[in-house]
Nanobody, 129 residues
Framework: QVQGEESGRGLVPVGDSLRVSCAAS??????MAWFRQTPGAEREFVAA???????????DSVRGRFTIPRDNAKDSESTVYLQMTSLKPEDTAVYYC?????????????????????WGQGIQVTVSS
């Protein structure tokens, strides 16, 4: 089961910060990621993290502003966060968390949406100018 939660307001002013989280349970999850989507556009990669060793990948548009911490509380429970700072109007989107249990790799970080079979329900983030 993959369930996304939002901490903080979903409507924030330009330059503000927001953290969203996503909890996954029931399997041993490896790569975890965040994607985002706006109406009429394809789902866009934002950030991803490996299960161990702290391998992180970021889209150029968010590098230096977003981070993707992760907590593996149990072998079959993982939570991934997206800490967003210096938010811009173009960050407005529905944010989806994604995870996979197939790779078996502690370091591998999938970057394509097709590599993730499990998805959260989506969290609306709106940055007001």
């Amino acid at each position: 089961q993959v369930q996304g939660e939002e901490s903080g307001r979903g409507l924030v002013p330009v330059g503000d910060s927001l953290r969203v989280s996503c909890a996954a349970s029931g399997l041993r999850f490896y790569g975890m990621a965040w994607f985002r989507q706006t109406p009429g556009a394809e789902r866009e990669f934002v950030a991803a993290i490996s299960r161990s060793f702290g391998v992180e990948k970021y889209a150029d548009s968010v590098r230096g502003r977003f981070t993707i911490p992760r907590d593996n509380a149990k072998d079959s429970e993982s939570t991934v966060y997206l800490q967003m700072t210096s938010l811009k109007p173009e960050d407005t989107a529905v944010y989806y968390c994604a995870t996979e249990s197939i790779s078996g790799s502690l370091r591998y970080v999938p970057l394509r949406a097709g590599e993730y079979p499990f998805w959260g329900q989506g969290i609306q983030v709106t940055v007001s100018s």
